[in-house]
């Protein structure tokens, strides 16, 4: 299991309580890795505890806040598991769902997703934002995102292509479906969020859709283009008619075809220079090569107590 975790306090002990309930008690053999992006309250501590008490719990604390999407990364490179599930440490996604998408994994699927039956803990704004998001992006890229979660399998093989990706800021939930390898959805209810708001502002919801659609699809680019010739049917047709009123004598009036022009021009013009920027943005951050994540600090289990005469290498094989 991997769970990013940023300010959730009080909430980490509740999760991985809930967490591990379900798993032993389907009687899953498990890992938990729980990834602390840069939390600022006592988040790292409680996960730091709860490691040093249960040997199946392992913390990993990034050196500051990377975001949600490097999180996740950080945690699917350190999980040791035949199958990872990506899984919010808030408890919106219902731990319930995780044995049957194992049995899917065990029937042979390699991906399987959890969309949602419904959309809670959103508003207006937020919901109909996010579906315009979906259906654009779907539309755009034939990735289907329409009711998708980040609360995914990965069987083993599916995990290390996806992390053969490189690209700097990666987008689980597009990745993840960009990978292909046989698949099966489930359907959950998504709950409400236990304790106060989501931990995504507005900005940085907004930087999410940019960045994935601009790792996946150049169509924002092409349709500057298309814009643009549409401009210079229109430029011909303009002139011309210009033009023949001129050698006419008529040609004072128009001054709101004037304004018109320049604002919608203008509009176009920044919005063109913009999409092209937000693409060239891209290519400097990957040109750059930075890491995608940095790991202040470790929380591993103690190592089991050597007995005289057992061979210290046997519990090797349980992970
Ligand atoms: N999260 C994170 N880093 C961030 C923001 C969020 O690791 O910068 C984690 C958060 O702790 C939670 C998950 O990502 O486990 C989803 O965040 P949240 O519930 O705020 O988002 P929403 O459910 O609204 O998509
Ligand atoms: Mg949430």
Redesign the pocket.
Known sequence: MV??????SAGVDRFVDRLTEVLTGAGLDHELVL?D?GSTDDSWDRVAARALLDDRVRGLRLSR?F??ES?VLAGLEHAAGDAVVVI???L?HPPGAIPEMVRRWREGAHVVEAVKRNRT??GVVGRLGGRLFNRAFTGLTQVDLVNAT?FRLLGRPALEALLRLPEHSSFFRGTSSWIGFERSTIEVDIEH?GDGR???TFR?LFRLAVNGLTSFTSAPLHLVTMVGLAFAAFAVLLGAQTLIRWIGGDSVAGFPTVILLLLVMGTFLLLGLGVIGEYLARIHEEVRGRPRYLVQDRAEPLPPAVVPGQWVGADRGRR
């Open positions: 769970a990013p975790i940023f300010n959730e990834v992006d806040n975001g949600k999180a919010d440490s808030d919106q803990g959103q980040d969020r989501s931990r995504w940085s």
